[in-house]
């Protein structure tokens, strides 16, 4: 059975930083890229970071280059997402998804 178990979300001042976990089992994780994904109110879902297989190679959504850094531990079947300097504009669910699996999501709320 697949589970993907995203953590680490809260409320945050703008400026400020959270770090975003995603466990996943069920599925050989080390095959697979990993993209997180996030969805504000009235907002399509949208990717924000991938890292492939081996995490040597990332990819950013524009709004959060220099901000962000993804990350994985194959070893321990994670993936991480490091927010800095979080705008308001940050504000939604984040989600991990892999090979067509989705988690339930962690929600970051951006607000002073």
């Known amino acids: 059975q697949v589970q993907i178990v995203e953590s680490g979300g809260g409320l945050v001042q703008p400026g400020g930083s959270l770090r975003l976990s995603c466990v996943v089992s069920?599925?050989?994780?080390?095959?697979?890229?990993m993209t997180w994904y996030r969805k504000a109110p009235g907002k399509e879902r949208e990717p924000v970071a991938t890292?492939?297989?081996?995490?040597?190679?990332?990819n950013y959504a524009d709004s959060v280059k220099g901000r962000f850094t993804i990350s994985r531990d194959n070893a321990k079947t994670t993936v991480y997402l490091q927010m800095n300097n979080l705008k308001p504009d940050d504000t939604a669910v984040y989600y991990c998804?892999?090979?067509?699996?989705w988690g339930q999501g962690t929600q970051v709320t951006v607000s002073s």
């Open positions: 890292v492939s297989t081996g995490g040597g190679i990332t």
């Open positions: 069920g599925f050989t994780f080390s095959r697979y890229a």
């Open positions: 998804s892999a090979a067509g699996y």
